[in-house]
T-cell receptor
Framework: GNSVTQMEGPVTLSEEAFLTINCTYT??????LFWYVQYPGEGLQLLLK?????DKGSNKGFEATYRKETTSFHLEKGSVQVSDSAVYFC???????????FGSGTRLLVRP | DVKVTQSSRYLVKRTGEKVFLECVQD?????MFWYRQDPGLGLRLIYF???????EKGDIPEGYSVSREKKERFSLILESASTNQTSMYLC??????????????FGEGSRLTVL
């Protein structure tokens, strides 16, 4: 079936470090891909998305590129801040489906 | 701004009790969802509703039921709570016009502990 695999956390970085959180997917067709973020004590919110191969989603300094050849959608940020500490979820949705399939989440901790 | 409100942030219930989790959204979204969030498992879909009185089972519907009598309100019901239903429950809504690419708007979650 369709699924999402994320790197296990927690990921601990110092402020201004480069961030990569790996995400790969398995899908029978061509999904739309998403990154959601959950800050402490809050619900999830959409961070960025890409709807077709080679699309790049970006927001708040974060980027992710939809790579069909490697079935990946890795999240990157050039310089993280303490305020980026959160849990990040990669997700996919197949064509004509309302259902969003989530990965297990990766906790990021940024230290001053 | 879209607002999804879950009525209870924290609940403690006893095994066998009936539990209602309420969710209200204010953006006239057709679609509403209930997810369960557990460490290491991510979010798993329990039920979703695409219209008033319409519902479909998600991946883990066993032990749960739902009710959608009004467009803005979607309730999750645990008929007889069990300890393995201790979890964080997240409600979400989405506009039906963007089936493939649409954004889910989440509530802050309801943390349920069943003793």
């Amino acid at each position: 079936g369709n699924s999402v695999t994320q790197m296990e956390g927690p990921v601990t970085l110092s402020e201004e470090a480069f961030l990569t959180i790996n995400c790969t997917y398995t899908a029978t067709g061509y999904p739309s891909l998403f990154w959601y973020v959950q800050y402490p004590g809050e619900g999830l919110q959409l961070l960025l998305k890409a709807t077709k191969a080679d699309d790049k989603g970006s927001n708040k300094g974060f980027e992710a590129t939809y790579r069909k050849e490697t079935t990946s959608f890795h999240l990157e940020k050039g310089s993280v801040q303490v305020s980026d500490s959160a849990v990040y979820f990669c997700a996919l949705r197949m064509d004509s489906s309302y259902k969003l399939i989530f990965g297990s989440g990766t906790r990021l901790l940024v230290r001053p | 701004d879209v607002k999804v409100t879950q009525s209870s942030r924290y609940l403690v219930k006893r095994t066998g009790e009936k539990v209602f989790l309420e969710c209200v959204q204010d953006m006239d979204h057709e679609n509403m969802f209930w997810y369960r969030q557990d460490p290491g498992l991510g979010l798993r879909l329990i039920y979703f509703s695409y219209d008033v009185k319409m519902k479909e089972k998600g991946d883990i519907p066993e032990g749960y039921s739902v009710s959608r009598e009004k467009k803005e309100r979607f309730s999750l019901i645990l008929e007889s709570a069990s300890t393995n239903q201790t979890s964080m429950y997240l409600c979400a809504s989405m506009w039906a016009g963007e089936v493939n690419t649409g954004e889910l708007f989440f509530g802050e979650g309801s943390r349920l502990t069943v003793l």
